[in-house]
């Protein structure tokens, strides 16, 4: 089981680990700060950086079959790593960043936009979720404006863990439709939007609403009789 260091501080870059195994599915390390893709977003890219110097160009970040293990997927024609060695893993910082800023971007616009959530997209520029709007309309330009609106008040954003219980007794706090967060560890992990949103994630997030800075609400199209996609991007990549 890889040690998700991600989990507890999103803003670290690098980290020293050891190589567990290496084989044709991605490089397994035993501690990590490479998050990988889940929950709409993407896995982080990097590079692994070895004692002599050599690095490892890192294209992709995944889960592996066995729960617990993160894979480090190297872009073609890497130098090959051997099982015990020390590296420090490495992050694109500058494509992390804009992926917290982005991620915490869409639980505003679920807090601007009060339907349920049948799919989404997180990118590093550009973003969208997809909602079940029933006999409801969505209005562009107030949502443009009520998303920037509460971006400005700069409100904290903490992660909060609640057990698997509490979360059943709570059904509201789920906004996805088609994907329940998972349950069965003990507990499950929440982002908390000072009075704004709060719901299951596991993600990487900023720390506060305003080093999101301004978004665009670029549009909003038709994908069937109740659901609406909401695209979104940020004004200063």
């Known amino acids: ?85 020390s590296i420090t893993a490495e992050l694109d910082w500058a494509r992390r960043h804009r992926l917290m800023r982005m991620h915490t971007c869409l639980h505003v616009l679920c807090a601007v936009i009060p339907y349920g959530v049948t799919g989404g997209q997180i990118g590093d520029t550009r973003s969208r979720l997809d909602f079940d709007i029933g006999e409801g309309s969505l209005d562009k330009d107030h949502i443009h404006a009520k998303l920037n609106e509460l971006i400005a008040t700069d409100k904290p954003v903490m992660p909060r863990w609640i057990t698997d219980a509490e979360l059943a007794a709570q059904p509201e706090l789920v906004r996805t439709m088609s994907v329940k967060p998972p349950s069965g560890a003990g507990r499950v992990r929440l982002l908390d939007i000072d009075g704004i949103d709060l719901q299951p994630c596991g993600g990487t997030h900023v720390a506060r609403l305003g080093e999101i800075g301004p978004v665009i609400v670029e549009k909003i199209e038709n994908k069937g009789k109740r659901n609406r996609r909401v695209v979104i991007a940020l004004a200063a990549p």
């Open 1 to 85: 089981m890889t040690e998700e260091i991600f989990r507890d501080d999103s803003y670290l870059r690098s980290c020293t680990a050891r190589v567990v195994s290496v084989d044709a599915t991605g490089i397994l390390l035993d501690r990590t700060v490479f998050y990988p893709m889940g929950g709409g977003q993407p896995g982080d890219a990097g590079r692994l950086l070895r004692a002599d110097g050599t690095v490892v160009l890192i294209a992709d970040t995944r889960k592996g079959i066995i729960l617990g293990d993160i894979l480090h997927v190297p872009a073609p024609d890497q130098p090959v790593l051997t099982p015990g060695e």
